[in-house]
């Protein structure tokens, strides 16, 4: 690659004495040039071998000859790159490899290199490595290491008679715990090269893929993007250098040219029109390269704008040119939507001089007696669903009283048909067989399940409908509608399964069924037949019933989603036995008024509310779940150590004082032995208000034995929450020491 020199014209008065600078070839110069310059020292000896490599291959014009490379392994830790080019003599050999900036490549773009540091890159990482060279009928073998004093050296080791083709090879041995860092490298390095290199070592290795799926001149948008390569980059000579957008915005880019750095795109270049960094990992940002990237950007914005541009002017309706904005909005290849919406906010798109974007506005102001539908269909279920709906006798709501205008706004989907109505009775079946057609038919995308449909919706249809469905089809852009008695297809005529139903029979809770999740065993709380069996019961009877509106339970305005837990809950309180949820007759509100007039029946949500109720009026349950909660905000130690033995162990033991009445108080609170998980489950379906008061009481409690607490200075040092056994001993007794200290004083 030519290397870009500004010339300077310097004058010097008088008769001046000029010295230049040299560098000192020191062990830490060469380090500096070998190691330092590269940040990531494995992809560095991949990208500079193999770019040496290829150099020589177009050197020897064998451009489209891959090179060859031996990836490590565990049993084979070698890697190597060789060429089938030039080759050198030992002169060149000896040469090249002890010089550094001396290269044969600085006055030409055909070539990759051009400061002869990268045949030195293996030293960044090893501290010796080979060379072969076969050059002519002769195979020379050389080692490359550094000195005990830190400078590089070559020497070579062999040299035998060949018939192999003129190349170079050049190996190092790697560490084993690199083996997969060198070929995880080697997949990023190596993406853009051409033609690939042949891979050895690692079976059915390949470099990271390269998706382009737009493609332009000298540009191309990746389709799928790993995170560590974002944005903008520009590729010169099979090498991927990140573009500093940051950088770019101080060359006053076009909107459009700022709106490509921001798509994950690759700009091609040839080698020598931007100047890169030694090391080979960033742009040099020149006055030339800028120069340069700035065109590149700018052709780049053109053509990409032109590219999807040309599609919407290939339309021949405004209609069709809505949809083809729809398909690039809602495409399911993200870099062409990326590209698209990054485009259409630096330079709308247009048609025939007219604004494209994703909304259609119907002016509805003199459109009488007409409905606008948009219909969906799901593949999995057989319902036709509606969204959308414009229904003209309820106008009022589509206006807008800041633009004081009557428009109706309709989402647009690509492909979408626009149907008129003719029909009147069965269309609506008619448009779900078409729509499942759309859906079944190879290619299908999601889309193919939408329809607009137009209809009139006076007696007089024909003679209204005319002028203005021709103002709506107008208004869309002048589809080209289809109607619905031409499509095709039949009402199906839909079979009665109505079925008199037995007064005496009766449907009995048998509970949520089973396996209706994604695991086994869960439960599926949602009313269906399988929750009940058809059992034949006399009104006269009498039993538990449960109020039923449907299939669902009905309680408190809304269904009992785990009316499963509530009936466990109650037998678990005892208020009701297990045996009366066995048989458990759904009613709704006419066989609940029947069976009223036996007065035997009992509804068993009221019941199971009413029980609870009574058990809970001086909020005995609910002090279950206060002092569940207070064991969790005062400590589990505390609980296990302090409060529950505190009546049989520790009370008698302490004296009077704010202490013991504060231990009093919580322990009340412990007085029933119930289960506060079932307590406040139960609280929870029921719908009560106990969280009010179990909330207050617990932070009232908490706030009081903090006030306690600060009475004993001891305490701030104790954690509650792993008091011991031994631990709740001293407290009683540091608690004792300080009341007796009190009533001395």
Request: charged share 25%; with cysteine.
């Amino acid at each position: 690659m030519k290397l870009h020199q500004d010339k300077r014209d310097v004058e010097c008065s008088g008769e001046l004495v000029v010295e230049s600078f040299t560098i000192k070839a020191t062990a830490k110069a060469f380090a500096i040039l070998s190691s330092g310059l590269y940040a990531n020292k494995i992809r560095a000896v991949i990208r500079e071998l193999s770019c040496n490599a290829w150099d020589s291959h177009v050197a020897a014009n064998k451009s489209t000859t891959p090179i060859e490379i031996h990836l490590p392994t565990a049993l084979d830790p070698t890697f190597y790159v060789k060429d089938f080019g030039i080759g050198l003599d030992d002169d060149d050999v000896k040469h090249l490899y002890t010089t550094y900036f001396e290269s044969t490549k600085a006055d030409s773009n055909d070539f990759v290199g051009a400061l002869g540091l990268g045949s030195k890159s293996p030293f960044s990482y090893t501290q010796s490595f080979q060379i072969e060279s076969r050059f002519n009928g002769t195979k020379s073998t050389y080692t490359a290491f550094i000195k005990e004093t830190g400078t590089p050296g070559i020497t070579r080791m062999a040299q035998v008679e060949t018939d192999e083709t003129n190349g170079l090879t050049v190996s190092l041995q790697i560490k084993r715990d690199d083996v997969h860092k060198f070929e995880n490298e080697a997949s990023q390095a190596l993406m853009y090269f051409t033609p690939m290199p042949t891979f050895l070592g690692r079976k059915n290795f390949k470099p990271h893929s390269l998706a382009h799926n737009i493609v332009g001149d000298g540009w191309k948008v990746r389709e799928t993007e790993a995170s560590w390569m974002q944005g903008a980059y520009v590729v010169q000579g099979f090498v991927a250098y990140p573009i500093d957008a940051e950088l770019m915005r101080d060359s006053k880019l076009s909107v459009s040219a700022m709106k490509v750095l921001e798509l994950n795109v690759d700009l091609y270049v040839p080698i020598g029109d931007v100047d890169v960094a030694a090391s080979r990992e960033a742009l040099q940002y020149t006055k030339g390269t800028i120069s340069n990237l700035k065109v590149k950007l700018e052709q780049a914005a053109l053509d990409m704008h032109a590219t999807v541009q040309k599609e919407f002017d290939k339309c021949t309706s405004l209609w069709t040119a809505r949809m083809k904005f729809q398909s690039f909005e809602d495409t399911d290849n993200d870099a062409l939507n990326e590209m698209f919406k990054r485009l259409q906010g630096a330079k709308p798109f247009v048609w025939q001089g007219k604004k494209l974007d994703g909304e259609l506005s119907i002016d509805i102001e003199k459109i009488e007696n007409i409905d606008i539908t948009l219909y969906h269909k799901s593949r999995h279920h057989k319902s036709l669903s509606t969204s959308c709906h414009f229904t003209s006798t309820d106008k009022q709501k589509w206006y807008n009283t800041q633009q004081k205008t009557f428009h109706y706004s309709l989402d647009l989907h690509p492909a979408m048909p626009v149907l008129i109505d003719d029909m009147y009775v069965g269309s609506k079946e008619i448009i779900r067989q078409f729509l499942d057609d759309r859906l079944s038919k190879a290619g299908a995308h999601r889309y193919d399940r939408y329809a607009v449909v137009i209809r009139a919706t006076t007696k007089d249809r024909e003679l209204v409908a005319k002028p203005e469905i021709a103002k709506i089809l107008n208004d869309l852009g002048n589809p080209d509608p289809m109607l619905v008695s031409q499509l095709g297809f039949t009402p199906i005529k839909k079979k009665s399964y109505y079925k008199k139903k037995d007064k005496n029979v009766m449907n009995v809770w048998v509970g949520f069924p089973q396996n209706g999740g994604y695991k086994k065993n869960q439960i599926r709380r949602t009313f269906s037949k399988l929750c009940y069996k058809a059992t034949e019961i006399n009104l006269n009877d009498g039993g538990w019933f449960l109020p039923c509106d449907k299939l669902a339970v009905m309680w408190g305005g809304g269904e009992m989603d785990h009316l499963d837990t509530i009936l466990s809950s109650a037998i678990q309180l005892g208020i009701v036995n297990e045996a009366d949820t066995k048989m458990l007759v759904t009613m709704n509100e006419k066989e609940q008024k029947l069976a009223a007039k036996a007065g035997t029946w009992t509804n068993m949500i009221a019941h199971i509310e009413s029980e609870f109720a009574k058990m809970n009026a001086n909020h005995e349950l609910d002090n279950c779940c206060v002092i569940a909660q207070l064991v969790d905000k005062l400590g589990r130690g505390m609980a296990q150590n302090l409060i529950v033995p505190w009546r049989k162990q520790w009370r008698d033991q302490v004296e009077d004082s704010v202490f013991k009445n504060m231990l009093n108080k919580i322990v009340d609170f412990a007085g029933n032995k119930n289960n506060p998980q079932v307590i406040g489950t139960l609280n929870g379906l029921l719908r009560t208000k106990a969280h009010e008061y179990i909330d207050k009481t617990v932070e009232a409690v908490v706030v009081e034995w903090a006030t306690v607490c600060n009475q004993y200075e001891m305490f701030g040092l104790i954690s509650w929450s792993y008091l011991t056994p031994q631990h709740a001993q001293i407290v009683i007794n540091y608690v004792n020491t300080v009341e007796r200290a009190r009533q001395k004083i």
